[in-house]
């Protein structure tokens, strides 16, 4: 059998990448999948979002759901403090495998940690797994309709406090209409909605950045 998406990506980043260069990994992805192979990472536009909600955070704590091949790990890990992590799950074991593969590729294994499963189970066990109090930062990138589910989830756990910023992909495409209303009408969230483009492609999408107020 041939190679799967993931597997030609992880070929591009060895091929025109440099090891240990994070910046050249995230160039080499969006190359590839703006040339050769769309794939939904979550891309050069919105990751130049991504990147400026990062850098006003400077998260401690940081929580991806959603990994896929490891871009957006790799976009958020390159701009961590030293001593901050990011915490990345991932329910499909081969894209995981990728993922660590191309977070290694970059150099950033000590600053990212994979986790294998379901979002749902996995958060309930942040706290005692990773002796953490709560995250910073949240990156919501995985099935859209699991986005109100798991920050109810996150809410519930404790895993939020005062000032946590939730970024949320896609809510255009493709779509987390729930997840807007959610957060938009809510007086717990200040939320703001960034306009830009769904990954390599000129169809609209954009983030939605909330601030938990506690
Ligand atoms: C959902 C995927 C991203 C990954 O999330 C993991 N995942 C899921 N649910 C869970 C969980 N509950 N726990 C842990 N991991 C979990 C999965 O295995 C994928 O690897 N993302 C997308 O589907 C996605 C799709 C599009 C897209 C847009 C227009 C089109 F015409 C076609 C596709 C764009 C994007 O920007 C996306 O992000
Ligand atoms: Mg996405």
């Given amino acids: 059998t041939g190679s799967s998406r993931p597997q030609r990506m992880l070929k591009a980043v060895q091929k025109n990448a440099t090891k240990g260069d994070p910046q050249s990994v995230i160039?080499?992805?969006?190359?590839?999948c703006r040339h050769k192979e769309w794939a939904m990472n979550v891309g050069d536009e919105k990751g130049l979002i991504l990147d400026s909600?990062?850098?006003e955070v400077n998260p401690s704590m940081a929580l991806e759901l959603g990994t896929y091949c490891g871009y957006s790990s790799v976009r958020?890990?390159?701009l961590l403090s030293p001593n901050s992590k990011l915490i990345t799950v991932e329910f499909n074991p081969a894209f995981a495998a990728i993922?660590?593969?191309?977070?290694?590729?970059?150099?950033?294994?000590?600053?990212?940690?994979?986790?294998?499963?379901p979002s749902a189970d996995l958060i309930p066990k942040m706290k005692e797994r990773f002796g953490l109090k709560s995250f910073d930062f949240v990156f919501l990138d995985h099935w859209k309709d699991r986005y109100v589910p798991d920050t109810k989830l996150l809410e519930e756990c404790g895993l939020l406090?005062?000032?946590?910023?939730?970024?949320?992909?896609?809510?255009i495409c493709p779509g987390a209409?729930?997840?807007?209303?959610?957060v938009r009408n809510n007086p717990r969230?200040?939320?703001?909605y960034y306009k830009s483009y769904l990954e390599y492609t000129k169809a609209e999408d954009g983030l939605e950045?909330?601030?938990f107020l506690g």
């Fill in 76 to 78: 958020i890990a390159r």
């Fill in 99 to 117: 993922a660590r593969q191309i977070i290694a590729y970059a150099g950033l294994q000590d600053k990212v940690t994979i986790v294998e499963g």
């Fill in 27 to 32: 160039s080499a992805i969006d190359y590839y």
């Fill in 209 to 211: 950045k909330s601030v």
């Fill in 189 to 192: 969230y200040e939320s703001r």
């Fill in 161 to 171: 406090k005062k000032g946590t910023v939730l970024l949320a992909d896609n809510v």
């Fill in 53 to 55: 909600v990062l850098t």
């Fill in 177 to 182: 209409p729930e997840y807007l209303k959610y």
